[in-house]
């Protein structure tokens, strides 16, 4: 029964049919299935797989667009039930998000602000097209713990360094810790750029701030 309800969630992502995803997602809260298991078996499976074929040409950009609506017509069911299920626990840190400079993608940073937010960090997200004297007004005003920068293009990377250049030049680290994620961001990348962490996926960012913050792993 899940494996078909994950193969339909890829299938309206790939198809970019924002109703089918919404009807999904639906169904997938109306049973009890687990959100983020919906997400990452399901939507972001989809979602990934349209990147590919639109990376080696087979897919066109109003198709990849029409992914992109559908996923967020997912994820906006899905949202709610996430952070729900994470009311209930405590405050563990402030966390300033954003996408960097040039850089539009946003889907990946979102589900990462819901998770962390799901789990007990107030986040303060500045949205898309970030530049880093936006990160760190805001990091300030706030006296934020972390700041989590997301690119997802090779060339808006450097807006990475960027942000964790002007947190240096600011006097805010090494107090406020600076990570980093998106499809192209490696291990490599992120000590080379002098970041205090990155992450592949929402839940590892997660498990990073909570150690960042000194705190043990998530029980849940
Ligand atoms: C959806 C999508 C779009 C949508 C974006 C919609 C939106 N609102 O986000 C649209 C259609 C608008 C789009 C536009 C473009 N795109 Co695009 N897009 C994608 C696609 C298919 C999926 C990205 C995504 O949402 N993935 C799903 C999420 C869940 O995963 P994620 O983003 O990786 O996020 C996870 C982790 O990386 C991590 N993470 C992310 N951020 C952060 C931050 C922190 C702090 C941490 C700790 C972790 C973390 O956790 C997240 C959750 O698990 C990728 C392909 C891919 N494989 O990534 C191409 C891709 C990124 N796009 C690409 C390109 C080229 C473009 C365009 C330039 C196309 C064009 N010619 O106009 C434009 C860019 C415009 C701009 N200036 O930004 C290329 C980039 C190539 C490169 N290496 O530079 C890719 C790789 C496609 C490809 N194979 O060619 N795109």
């Not at 349209?50 to 029409?66: I, R, S, W």
């Not at 979102?110 to 760190?136: C, K, M, R, Y």
């Not at 291990?187 to 996926?201: L, M, P, T």
């Amino acid at each position: 029964m899940s494996d078909q309800i994950f193969q339909a969630m890829r299938q309206s992502i790939i198809d970019g049919t924002p109703d089918k995803a919404t009807e999904l997602a639906r169904e997938a809260v109306a049973i009890g299935l687990d959100p983020l298991e919906a997400v990452n078996l399901g939507f972001a499976a989809g979602i990934k797989f349209a990147g590919d074929q639109f990376g080696c040409g087979e897919m066109f950009l109003p198709d990849l667009l029409a992914s992109a609506e559908a996923m967020k017509a997912a994820i906006k069911i899905l949202e709610p039930e996430m952070l729900k299920r994470g009311s209930e626990r405590e405050t563990l840190g402030k966390i300033v998000l954003g996408t960097a400079r040039g850089d539009i993608h946003d889907i990946g940073k979102n589900l990462v602000a819901t998770i962390l937010s799901a789990s007990g960090f107030q986040i303060f997200d500045l949205g898309t097209s970030v530049t880093p004297e936006q990160f760190v007004a805001k990091a300030r005003e706030v006296d934020a713990d972390i700041v989590g920068i997301s690119a997802l293009l090779t060339t808006t990377m450097a807006g990475q360094k960027a942000v964790i250049d002007a947190l240096d030049r600011s006097g805010l680290r090494p107090r406020v810790k600076a990570i980093i994620g998106g499809a192209a961001v490696t291990s490599k990348w992120a000590a080379e750029i002098g970041a205090d962490g990155f992450s592949r996926n929402a839940i590892d960012a997660l498990e990073l701030a909570r150690n960042l913050m000194g705190k043990g792993p998530a029980s849940a």
